[in-house]
């Protein structure tokens, strides 16, 4: 089992930033690729961002490439979610989710997420 538990939302207006994070706890954090997804009310989730288990490669929506940046930090099981010039489309419930490295080898479209947070509210203003 991983338990992860998202913080750092929050109201910010349009153009500003925020820095969410998820910490994780349970099985050994550097065998997780981790993702971000959001959802809007009344919308799909959506995927936002990925980094595999090392940290080597990062993938990113269109709608937020450029802007957000997605890290991890193995040594303190926690991955982060730097997010700039923010729109108020980006306004969701964020959620963090951890797919198991060794299974999950290939596209990262593809990932199985095994484990997903409770989520954090981020919301823009215009």
């Known amino acids: 089992q991983v338990q992860l538990v998202e913080s750092g939302g929050g109201l910010v207006q349009a153009g500003g930033s925020l820095r969410l994070s998820c910490a994780a706890s349970?099985?050994?954090?550097?065998?997780?690729?981790m993702g971000w997804f959001r959802q809007a009310p009344e919308k799909e989730r959506e995927f936002v961002a990925a980094i595999r288990w090392s940290g080597g490669r990062t993938y990113y929506a269109d709608s937020v490439k450029g802007r957000f940046t997605i890290s991890r930090d193995n040594a303190k099981n926690t991955v982060y979610l730097q997010m700039n010039s923010l729109k108020p489309e980006d306004t969701a419930v964020y959620y963090c989710a951890a797919a198991y490295a060794p299974i999950n080898t290939g596209d990262y479209r593809l990932f199985g997420y095994d484990y997903w947070g409770q989520g954090t509210q981020v919301t823009v203003s215009s």
């Open positions: 349970g099985r050994t954090f550097s065998s997780y690729h």
